[in-house]
């Protein structure tokens, strides 16, 4: 057996909102400097893609590959006319053709690189896996786009081939100590996967995992989702919840912060300045859960809370700009002695890392350490990291009953 590091979901330049840059040669490029060995193809429905992938990459055996040995899993993130989206990955070309038929009457496959299927998740999910591919929530605690903000469980969106899901993909806002308080989901392998709209490391691989597999194939990672055979997914890393963009409920417009019973008693609407109250995936979780505490099945991996190495340096540094000149320096004479970001991240000695740059050791030190606070994100706000020692100041609501002065 071996252990990769793997991202499997990510955007391609024809996706909304993602880098000109985005394109598999760059992708493949920037993989190994973070370590990963396995990456998700994005968007693979998409014909100009498509064009890419073949244009850029070497066909080994159903595996694209890059010619530094990055490996890519067909893979493609689609919405369905609910607006949930789901992860796809598939193990061939020619069943990527197929799905373009079967796909094509319910949906433009080639304008958006995400495409809106009008289908339901029952039906996507009956199409995908009688073409022998793997389906999951994409992000499925989210607000806009998720599952769960659409559904209260997974048989209310995948009907009959409940059964035949066999992962889940747990979005930034989220963790395992999070979702495992929902047993419903305990018997799905959790992924955390960068959604990355960007090639360089402080996107793509921000949130990976580590699989325990024998090679790297299409079959080997869909017998590790099933935990078939002694492979599985046996680490989890991603950034701490906290810093989603969606983690606590709060304010779309003032970013005032709200217990989930003010947003209620509020219909939903911000006293302060009357704009939307967008729930948190935090309170989310909380009403689905069926446990106090997390209850972590014997399979599941463990989660380790970190941030990219570039944010990390600035932090250490008091730089802003995460792609400043002394930063990026910084990250080059970093990994030009470790050779990978992951290694960095969550491997290296302190000792070791202390030798190349002692500020940066100590906030890796303290990451490691848990002994980092956060404000935390909300309404499409990521979280703002706090230096080791200093203390959140959060904002919220307070609700205050009226009394007969007030009237």
Request: net charge neutral; charged share 30%.
């Amino acid at each position: 057996m071996m252990e990769i590091n793997a991202d499997l979901h990510m955007h391609g330049l024809y996706s909304g909102g993602v880098s000109n840059r985005m394109v598999p040669k760059v992708i493949g490029e920037q993989a190994p400097l973070k370590g990963l060995d396995l990456v998700g193809t994005a968007d693979v429905l998409n014909e100009r893609w498509i064009k890419l992938l073949k244009e850029q990459l070497k066909n080994e055996n159903e595996m694209l590959v890059h010619p530094n040995g990055t490996k890519f899993i067909l893979q493609t993130e689609v919405e369905d006319n609910h607006r949930v989206h789901h992860v796809i990955l598939i193990p061939s070309f020619s069943k990527v053709h197929e799905l373009r038929e079967k796909f094509k009457k319910y949906a433009n496959l080639d304008t958006d690189g995400r495409p809106k299927i009008h289908l339901n998740g029952e039906e996507i999910a009956e199409i995908v896996l009688e073409s022998g591919c793997l389906i999951g929530p994409a992000h499925a605690f989210t607000p806009w786009t998720a599952i769960f903000k659409e559904y209260d469980s997974l048989r209310e969106c995948y009907g009959e081939y409940t059964d035949k899901i066999h992962f889940l993909e747990l979005g930034l806002s989220a963790d395992t100590n999070l979702a495992d308080k929902i047993t419903d989901l305990h018997r799905l392998t959790f992924l955390s996967n960068s959604d990355a709209h960007s090639p360089w490391p402080n996107k793509m691989g921000r949130e990976f995992n580590r699989f325990k597999v024998k090679e790297i194939s299409f079959e080997e990672i869909k017998k590790a989702l099933k935990r078939e055979g002694g492979r599985g997914c046996i680490l989890n890393v991603g950034l701490n919840p906290k810093e989603g963009k969606y983690h606590l409920t709060r304010c779309m417009n003032c970013l005032l912060f709200f217990k989930l019973e003010d947003a209620e008693r509020f219909g939903w609407r911000c006293p302060n300045c009357g704009k939307p109250i967008k729930k948190g995936v935090y309170d989310r979780i909380q009403e689905l859960a069926d446990l106090k505490e997390p209850e972590h099945p014997e399979h599941r991996s463990q989660y380790i809370h970190t941030i990219p190495l570039s944010e990390i340096i600035s932090l250490a540094l008091g730089i802003k700009n995460v792609y400043s000149k002394q930063v990026q320096d910084t990250w080059e004479k970093i990994i030009g002695v470790f050779g990978n970001e992951i290694k960095v991240l969550i491997e290296v000695g302190f000792d070791d890392l202390n030798k190349v740059n002692q500020k940066v050791a100590e906030m890796i030190k303290a990451f490691r350490e848990d002994k980092i606070n956060y404000i935390p994100g909300g309404a499409g706000v990521y979280g703002k990291i706090l230096l080791p020692g200093k203390n959140p100041k959060i904002k919220y609501y307070k609700f205050r009953q009226k009394s007969l002065k007030d009237f």
